[in-house]
């Protein structure tokens, strides 16, 4: 085997490897941003869309723009109060009703406009429906459409202000670096408080 060949099998290895670490990590500060907010007043519990994973827009195609889609680079989860949902079969179900607010977290992990990975975190509210959004009978419906759209939705985090003919959706997110987070003690302060701020006093 020659020594360019070697060495692209090798790192290519690694960098699967360091792509699936980041996930795992990844998957981890999600469950323990799901304790923590579980014991909150609100007993908040992670939205299931159709079971217990992430949000993402992603692909199979073998077109060049579907083709990037094939890895994750942007994901997101969110925390409904147990009062507004209903759990059946592995999924949650949320009324898209006047007083929905949710708590939503994204993490970017790659893309032009950021130097190093991201979460974005804080709530989204004013959300309804559009009458010929006939296929959008939960929010977590809205959730895929989200990340389908999400140069249009989010590229203002600060300030989510998105209508189209499906949803309206309004929101604040704040931005921290993914590798700025370190325990614990750093989730609290900098993300599930924060958060928490947010949906009370909105």
Not at 110 to 132: C, R
Request: charge should be neutral.
């Amino acid at each position: 085997m020659s020594l360019e060949k070697k060495d692209i099998i090798e790192q290519t290895k690694a960098a699967f490897d360091l792509i699936q670490k980041l996930y795992i990590e990844i998957s981890y500060l999600i469950k323990e941003i799901e304790g923590i907010l579980s014991e909150q007043e609100e007993n908040f519990v992670i939205g299931r869309p159709s079971g217990y994973h992430v949000s993402t827009r992603s692909s199979t195609g073998l077109e060049t723009n579907y083709v990037n889609l094939w890895l994750m680079r942007k994901l997101s989860v969110c925390f409904i109060p147990d009062s507004l949902t209903k759990k059946e079969r592995g999924q949650t179900f949320t009324d898209i009703i006047p007083q929905l607010k949710v708590i939503y977290i994204r993490f970017v992990l790659e893309g032009n406009d950021i130097d190093e990975p991201e979460i974005q975190f804080g709530i989204l509210h004013n959300i309804s429906k559009k009458p010929n959004a006939k296929g959008v009978k939960k929010f977590e419906h809205i959730m895929s459409h989200m990340e389908w759209n999400n140069e249009k939705i989010f590229k203002k985090p600060s300030a989510v202000d998105f209508e189209d003919v499906y949803i309206h959706i309004e929101g604040q997110l704040h931005t921290i670096h993914l590798f700025d987070i370190k325990d614990s003690e750093t989730i609290k302060q900098k993300i599930i408080n924060p958060c928490l701020k947010l949906y009370r006093n909105n």
